[in-house]
């Protein structure tokens, strides 16, 4: 991983009244976050609550509407000139996105590449790393999440956990800032989902920042530095774990993890 350029009075994210509206339906609603250099954030909440949209603004997968968005003090998406934010160009904003991981619910890798090529693409296509660096980088990553003799198969070759665990080699590959995970374990057989965790966990013990957003509560209680609860758009609670999951403060949240644990 890159060590981060970020000081130690800024966050390596920071969300600042963050709107999101699908038509009439307003799914953010000034939304503040502040996640720092090396911490693990998890937003909880019910489904509908915001949290897939707000993890898909922090890359600009959505634009929002209002509010900003950075990452080691750069705005995403946008450049600000005065008083206005113009939007980046398509190529602007992808280069932004390799300083930013994203692993998906549904691991989204190239059914026609194999493990490796799917660890080598956007290195050499986006950041024009040289092949044989991309390779070497790929391979180490690949020990990393216990997957070394995978190299050589295909996603449809592989379990879900392993797919999806190839997918998080793949985000770490660019050397990113930031990792954003949406339900990584929910498109899994339970039995496979503590593979998974596991390689999140390690990665949290070695200093990435990280944004996850999840169900598994035991996850979130291991793991977290903060953890934050979303309903209706809002964050309705943040704090460390310890706080906000054993002793919540708004019913809302009482009621959710009521349900769940």
């Known amino acids: 991983m890159s060590t981060p350029t970020v000081t130690a009075a800024r966050p390596m994210v920071e969300i600042r009244s963050v709107h999101k509206s699908f038509g009439p339906l307003e799914v953010l609603k000034g939304v503040d976050l502040d996640v720092r250099a090396g911490e693990v ?9 915001g949290k897939s949209t707000l993890l898909r603004s922090i890359n600009h997968l959505e634009k929002v509407d209002s509010g900003t968005v950075s990452v080691d003090g750069t705005l995403v998406g946008y450049r600000r000139s005065g008083d206005k934010l113009y939007e980046l160009r398509e190529r602007e904003i992808l280069r ?33 790393r040289p092949k044989k660096d991309a390779l070497a980088t790929a391979v180490k990553l690949l020990e990393r999440v216990g997957l070394a003799d995978k190299a050589d198969a295909y996603p449809r070759q592989l379990s879900g956990g392993q797919q999806q665990r190839v997918a998080i080699a793949r985000a770490l590959a660019l050397e990113p800032k930031l990792l954003l995970f949406d339900e990584p374990t929910s498109a899994l057989d339970p039995e496979l989902v503590g593979e998974v965790l596991d390689v999140i966990k ?15 509560i035991g996850f979130a209680r291991e793991v977290a530095d903060t953890v934050v609860f979303m309903d209706g758009g809002r964050i309705i609670e943040q704090g460390p774990p310890g706080e906000v999951l054993d002793n919540p403060r708004h019913e809302r949240t009482k009621s959710f993890l009521s349900k769940v644990l």
Not at 97 to 106: A, C, L
Not at 202 to 216: K, N, R, S, Y
Request: proline share 5%; hydrophobic share 45%.
């Open 96 to 128: 932004q996105r390799t300083d930013i991981g994203f692993v998906f619910q549904n691991f989204n890798l190239f059914p026609h590449l194999t493990v490796l090529d799917n660890l080598t693409e956007a290195p050499v296509s986006a950041l024009r």
């Open 202 to 216: 390690d990665l949290a013990h070695q200093g990435t920042t990280m944004i996850v957003v999840t169900h598994e």
């Open 41 to 49: 954030a998890v937003v909880l909440g019910p489904s509908g609550s």
